[in-house]
């Protein structure tokens, strides 16, 4: 079992940034790529980011040259950082491990406002 903890979700203006840090625990050893998804409301859960154990990592074009996701894995913890935020990125954001089955968070909120 892998338990993920995700924190710095909040609101800011659009152009502002955010970055959320994702801190795992439990069955750290076998947690293979991580990453963030998002949804808003009425909407389906999206891709926005993943890493890799190795540190490959996959944008959403929606996100690509904004977002940026990293990962210590000393502190198996993963962060997103958010640049040029505007309001159509407002959503949960879940982070999610992949450990012989996908592990989610609780979610944090992000909203952007114009």
């Known amino acids: 079992q892998v338990q993920l903890a995700e924190s710095g979700g909040g609101l800011v203006q659009a152009g502002g940034s955010l970055r959320l840090s994702c801190a795992a625990s439990g069955s750290i050893f076998s947690i293979t790529t991580m990453g963030w998804y998002r949804q808003a409301p009425g909407k389906q859960r999206d891709l926005v980011a993943t890493?890799?154990?190795?540190?490959?990592?996959y944008y959403s074009n929606l996100v690509k040259g904004r977002f940026t996701i990293s990962r210590d894995n000393a502190k198996n913890t993963v962060y997103l950082q958010m640049n040029s935020l505007k309001p159509e990125d407002t959503a949960i954001y879940y982070c999610?491990?992949?450990?012989?089955?996908?592990?989610w968070g609780q979610g944090t909120q992000v909203t952007v406002s114009s």
């Open positions: 999610n491990a992949y450990s012989r089955g996908h592990y």
């Open positions: 890493i890799t154990s190795g540190g490959d990592t």
